[in-house]
């Protein structure tokens, strides 16, 4: 069974920053690409950030590259997500799962989700 807790979401201003984890159960984990995703009200859910099981290849979507750093602790199956200078379009729900890079950007994630952390921003 996938477990998926997420943690770290808040109420910020705008430039303000957060610090995201995902506890990730052992199946999930191992030997995994993790990623994480979100989603904005009335949108649909879309990468945001990802990093190869031995953390040495790492990939953003371009709105948050320079702001946003993807990085796990493979020890305590977790990863994290900071986020600095965040924006009011950073607004979102925000998901982590394992995931397979289908090249192009394109990221799928496993099937079944945490329930995510909210982050918001105000401006």
């Known amino acids: 069974q996938v477990q998926l807790v997420e943690s770290g979401g808040g109420s910020v201003q705008a430039g303000g920053s957060l610090r995201l984890s995902c506890a990730a159960s052992g199946r999930t984990f191992s030997r995994s690409a993790m990623g994480w995703f979100r989603q904005a009200p009335g949108k649909e859910r879309e990468f945001v950030a990802a990093?190869?099981?031995?953390?040495?290849?790492?990939y953003y979507v371009d709105s948050v590259k320079g702001r946003f750093t993807i990085s796990r602790a493979n020890a305590n199956n977790t990863v994290y997500l900071q986020m600095n200078r965040l924006k009011p379009e950073d607004t979102a729900v925000y998901y982590c799962?394992?995931?397979?890079?289908?090249?192009?950007?394109?990221?799928?994630?496993?099937?079944?989700w945490g329930q995510g952390t909210q982050v918001t921003v105000s401006s």
């Open positions: 990093i190869s099981w031995s953390g040495d290849r790492i």
């Open positions: 799962n394992g995931a397979v890079n289908l090249g192009g950007g394109r990221w799928q994630p496993n099937d079944g």
